[in-house]
Nanobody
């Protein structure tokens, strides 16, 4: 499975950006996709995730109410609409895909077995 993230860039505080991630490859079954981010000097952290079955979404407290994750399962795409951006949102954003059926905490990295290359989001104050 290959994941290609796009949409990063430089935006002023208070602005918006939309990230996209496309999954491709030989036949696979995705059960959830998510976004993580890694700020300079910090560990990678969970941002948001969406379950393929049912479309239930999950967010970290730091982005809840500002970011929206959505998906297009027919296209194996996931999106992250980021609004009211803050300087602390500056990070490399990674999309991730899980082919694990269940039994893993989707807020954590081990729940995902496929990762994209990351796209940089810089929020200027």
């Amino acid at each position: 499975v290959q994941l290609q993230a796009s949409g990063g860039g430089v935006v002023q505080a208070g602005g918006s950006l939309r990230l996209s991630c496309a999954a491709s490859g030989r036949s696979f079954t995705a059960y959830r996709m998510g976004w993580f981010r890694q700020a300079p000097g910090k560990e990678r952290e969970f941002v948001a995730a969406v379950r393929w079955a049912g479309g239930q979404t999950y967010y970290s407290d730091s982005v809840k109410g500002r970011f929206i994750i959505s998906s297009d399962q027919r296209k194996n795409m996931v999106y992250l609409q980021m609004n009211s951006l803050k300087s602390e949102d500056t990070a490399v954003y990674y999309c991730a895909l899980s082919t694990y059926y269940s039994g893993r905490n989707l807020y954590t990295e081990p729940a995902y077995d496929n990762w994209g290359q990351g796209t940089l989001v810089t929020v200027s104050s």
